[in-house]
């Protein structure tokens, strides 16, 4: 958690609950439920609130659905600076997304506007290929269209991505390879030690890059079918298929390989 937000959230419990600072801990607050004096947090991480009273009262809740302001309105908290041009893209991909500082440099800022969307937002660029980009916003933005319908956009994809996929960069690619829809999904997986790379859409076949990976090399694909964009690859995970990663037409002759060097996914700098 965010030091600056965990101060936010700490100055709200100790207000709304009575809670007292004691170690690293959070104590005595009220709590909501049974109005006994045991409600707690933890005061460097304060992520939720608890009765101690475990079997006789139970209560616990998120901070996150407290206090939901605390966490949001990126695009306000962390705006971009021209030192720090990419600030509000981390901002959302650490706190938001949970992923460590080792993802920055894979993605860039962007920003979105709409002549009929109700905000502007910084969203997190991920380059696929020359002049092919995705986009996923920082915040949705409520889009007016000619028939007058209101829709929710949460990405934005630039050029045609058919056949490229996403990958980190310089990640090194050996008996296996997960396939995902996502972006964050495959940064995610990389981040967790797994090779990964994004395909953007599940009816896109990467086949610029799986052609030029290697015959050795395996596919496990995480569907991540629409709607369920917010299952965990590692949830996903629990039921791999493991598919031959062999392009169509003749059989590569032989080897592993690497990511960095043949996919053009992850020519970027
Ligand atoms: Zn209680």
């Known amino acids: 958690m965010r030091d600056d937000i965990a101060a936010d959230v700490r100055q709200r419990l100790i207000h709304d609950y009575k809670m007292r600072p004691r170690g690293d801990w959070l104590q005595r607050g009220t709590c909501p439920q049974c109005g006994e004096k045991e409600l707690y947090a933890n005061g460097t991480e304060p992520w939720a609130i608890r009765c101690g009273r475990l079997n006789k009262c139970g209560f616990e809740a998120s901070t996150k659905d407290l206090y939901p302001d605390a966490f949001g309105r990126l695009n306000e908290r962390y705006p971009a600076t021209s030192e720090k041009p990419n600030e509000t893209a981390h901002a959302y991909m650490g706190f938001v997304r949970g992923l460590p500082e080792a993802a920055r440099g894979w993605y860039r800022q962007g920003r979105f506007w709409h002549p009929t969307g109700d905000r502007a937002t910084a969203t997190v660029l991920f380059e696929i290929a020359p002049d092919v980009w995705m ?4 915040e949705p933005v409520r889009v007016k269209e000619d028939d007058g319908d209101v829709t929710v956009r949460k990405q934005h994809f630039h050029g045609k991505f058919k056949g490229f996929a996403w990958a980190p960069p310089k990640q090194r690619v050996g008996d296996e390879i997960w396939i995902v829809e996502g972006c964050i999904d495959a940064a995610s997986l990389a981040c ?8 953007l859409s599940a009816s896109n076949y990467p086949g610029t890059c799986s052609s030029e990976v290697g015959s050795t090399s395996t596919l496990a694909a995480c569907p ?4 369920s ?7 996903a995970m629990r039921a791999p ?6 392009p169509p037409g003749p059989a590569p002759s032989s080897g592993t390989s690497s990511m960095a060097t043949p996919c053009p996914a992850s020519r970027r700098t």
């Open 135 to 138: 986009e996923r916003f920082v």
């Open 192 to 199: 967790a030690g797994l090779s990964a790379a994004a395909t």
């Open 224 to 227: 991540t079918a629409p709607g």
């Open 229 to 235: 964009a917010k299952r965990s690859p590692a949830s």
């Open 241 to 246: 298929r493991h598919l031959p990663l062999r």
